[in-house]
């Protein structure tokens, strides 16, 4: 860890992380980066560049993007690792984490939220508030587990899939990448093709 963190994205997903990050108190300064270039500063921190700038601050400082949208996410990450980035892992005080657990770099996991043992967590995901992930389950990267989410045990979701408020994923099912699940709905089957499904139980739209 560096002494300074730099968030990508200055927005709601960003403030986020960077409460977290406050309460984290590892970081002696933390600053965001946003392309809007009228915004000076959020939350009482600064607003020291556009994303175009994070090459300056490769070498003094961690850097994570702090972007809601799966798609965008992964590109700016995969910039990051390419230029050889330091990108940590934001885990909430707040939040439960089991034995044997793996969390890859830039992955975010906010207030609340339960991942139970054994289970691996991929690269640049977000684990949204209060949201539930039983053991033995497998998050690709670049997935968006939104706030209430609840996954059983043994459950894969595929990389860059997005689960809804509030939607529910039985056990033993596999969620293929690219998903869109909508807000509150019940998965109690495998979903093998990407797209959009909403409903209880779910349907493909």
């Given at each position: 860890?560096?002494?300074?963190?730099?968030?990508?994205?200055?927005?709601?997903?960003?403030?986020?992380?960077?409460?977290?990050?406050m309460?984290?108190?590892?970081?002696?300064?933390?600053?965001?980066?946003?392309?809007?270039e009228?915004?000076?500063?959020?939350?009482?921190?600064?607003?020291?560049?556009?994303?175009?700038?994070?090459?300056k601050?490769?070498?003094?400082?961690?850097?994570?993007?702090?972007?809601?949208?799966n798609?965008?996410?992964?590109?700016i990450?995969?910039?990051?690792?390419?230029?050889?980035?330091?990108?940590?892992v934001?885990?909430?005080?707040?939040?439960?984490i089991g034995?044997?657990?793996?969390?890859?770099s830039?992955?975010?996991i906010?207030?609340?939220?339960?991942?139970?043992?054994?289970?691996?967590?991929?690269?640049?995901c977000?684990?949204?508030?209060?949201?539930?992930?039983d053991?033995?389950?497998?998050i690709?990267?670049?997935?968006?587990?939104?706030?209430?989410?609840?996954?059983?045990?043994?459950?894969?979701?595929?990389?860059?899939?997005?689960l809804?408020?509030?939607s529910?994923?039985?056990?033993?099912?596999?969620?293929?990448?690219?998903?869109?699940?909508?807000?509150?709905?019940?998965?109690?089957?495998?979903?093998?093709?990407?797209?959009?499904?909403?409903?209880?139980?779910?349907?493909?739209?």
């Open positions: 860890m560096r002494e300074k963190l730099i968030i990508i994205g200055a927005s709601g997903h960003g403030k986020v992380i960077a409460d977290i990050a309460r984290m108190n590892i970081w002696k300064i933390i600053a965001f980066l946003d392309d809007n009228s915004i000076k500063s959020i939350m009482g921190l600064d607003v020291i560049g556009s994303s175009e700038d994070v090459s601050h490769l070498d003094s400082c961690d850097i994570i993007v702090g972007i809601g949208n798609s965008i996410r992964e590109k990450q995969l910039r990051l690792e390419t230029l050889g980035a330091s990108i940590p934001l885990v909430h005080p707040k939040t439960v034995e044997q657990v793996k969390i890859g830039g992955t975010v906010m207030a609340g939220a339960v991942v139970n043992c054994c289970t691996t967590i991929g690269r640049g977000i684990i949204n508030t209060g949201t539930t992930i053991h033995d389950n497998m690709e990267d670049f997935v968006h587990l939104s706030p209430g989410v609840h996954l059983a045990g043994t459950v894969k979701v595929g990389k860059g899939s997005w809804g408020v509030g529910l994923v039985s056990n033993n099912l596999n969620i293929t990448s690219d998903c869109k699940v909508g807000a509150g709905a019940v998965v109690v089957k495998d979903l093998t093709e990407p797209g959009t499904y909403v409903g209880v139980p779910v349907r493909r739209v």
